[in-house]
């Protein structure tokens, strides 16, 4: 590549906007040439020539025509379902979860294990490989389709070593490099994120957040995490721990912390504490008592008291530590992810009264706090947006045949 050509080098200019091109398809679904053209502020031919290398390529097609201002009806274009895959990896604490992903964010196969990650780094490999396996074959997904792998983790991933999990979560995967495992097995760009951070991206690129700049998400599950959106990127803090807000010290008398502090979040409302709460209420009852989240979450929606003052003691407590991380980043919109997310107003309306009461009244009164559509699974839909996301940024790593089909090099 030349030096310093003017008024800036041509090739990196030419990238940007084949990126911007494709975020801008992402962002609206479906949009005309001409209306890609203005929206960008680009000349029409500029975008007809990046267009057409993106539909050789398969990463767009057209949809058919759109309605008309007056003329002929102008063809929309989407991002191309056919031509490429991505795989996203969920490694929950109890469960590893799989899913292949089309650029249009559809879930083409899923496999799903109940599965103790934490003590048993080599098993859990193991499973991750015989299940990306399984969904690509079920998928029907050939290898070269095949754009990378996003992996998704219940720990904190210190940019300094990326591919590893923190070894302050996960003592066991001390070492363990994921990426580089799965790179030689399976031939792709591998990518191992923080699971709130994961289901951070999904929101903004796919679900409630779609062209916002500044959201969180906050998954709750064996612990809770927040995912950080700030000013369009995730941000991560220096040692990758940022958003670990299950590390909030709520109650100073509170239960003891694996970390060592007292009455952290994840203490409070972590799904086994809330279990063990529950199951202290309940005890003496003759009913059986709630032996998994969906139990509890069960009995809640049926009117069970128990069920319900446990729930709500979950949002009130969420919705403390929500206030504080409000008042610290105000983003425009908040949404709560995880398996308790079923709970809906029972969960919501208890942590948005107590978020109301703590939080500085000008942050509040612009925030939108969400459940996620998705629950469970947007971790690994996360993942395999991560991979995409990545790949949006740098189509020539990822995409096969991309340098010559978006001629990158003139
Ligand atoms: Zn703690």
Redesign the pocket.
């Known amino acids: 590549m030349t030096k310093s050509r003017k008024p800036s080098d041509s090739a990196g200019m030419r990238l940007r906007n084949i990126t911007l091109v494709l975020r801008t398809v992402q962002a609206e679904r479906q949009i005309s040439q001409a209306d890609l053209a203005r929206r960008l502020g680009l000349a029409r031919s500029t975008v007809l020539a990046i267009v057409d290398g993106l539909l050789e390529l398969g990463l767009l097609k057209e949809q058919g025509p759109g309605i008309s201002g007056g003329g002929r009806r102008p063809m929309l274009l989407t991002l191309d379902d056919r031509a490429f895959h991505l795989v996203g990896v969920d490694i929950g604490a109890k469960h590893v979860t799989v899913v292949v992903m089309n650029l249009q964010a559809e879930v083409l196969a899923r496999q799903h294990r109940p599965w103790q990650a934490r003590e048993d780094p080599n098993g859990t490999l193991s499973l991750v490989e015989e299940l990306i396996g399984r969904v690509l074959s079920e998928s029907r997904a050939g290898r070269r389709q095949l754009v990378g792998i996003g992996v998704g983790v219940p720990s904190p991933v210190d940019a300094r070593s990326p591919g590893h999990v923190s070894p302050v979560v996960m003592p066991h995967w001390a070492g363990v490099d994921i990426a580089a495992r799965l790179e030689s097995r399976f031939e792709v760009p591998v990518r191992v994120e923080n699971d709130a951070n994961l289901g951070a991206l999904w929101e903004a690129r796919w679900g409630h957040g779609v062209n916002l700049d500044n959201l969180a998400y906050i998954k709750v599950a064996t612990g809770v995490g927040a995912g950080l959106l700030l000013d369009g990127r995730l941000y991560r803090g220096s040692r990758g721990v940022a958003g ?1 807000i ?4 709520i109650d100073n008398a509170g239960p003891l ?6 009455g ?4 409070l409302v972590g799904t086994d504490s809330l279990l063990v709460r529950a199951r202290e209420a309940a005890r003496g009852r003759k009913r059986p008592a709630f032996e998994k989240l969906d139990d509890l979450i069960d009995a809640a929606l049926a009117g069970d008291a128990i069920a319900v003052s446990t729930l709500d003691f979950a949002g009130r407590q969420l919705g403390l530590g929500l206030a504080m991380l409000l008042n610290l980043i105000n983003p425009a919109l908040v949404v709560v992810g995880g398996g308790i997310v079923r709970a809906g107003d029972l969960l919501l309306a208890p942590l948005r009264e107590t978020v109301a009461k703590h939080c500085f009244s000008e942050n509040f009164s612009h925030v939108r706090i969400l459940a996620s559509r998705l629950g469970e699974s947007s971790t690994a839909r996360g993942a395999a947006t991560l991979i995409f996301d990545e790949a949006l940024e740098n189509p020539s790593a990822f995409f096969k045949g991309a340098p010559r089909k978006l001629q990158l090099g003139n």
Not at 257 to 262: F, M, T, Y
Not at 264 to 267: E, P, S
């Open positions: 670990e299950g590390h909030l010290s912390c694996s970390c060592g502090l007292r952290c979040l994840n203490t």
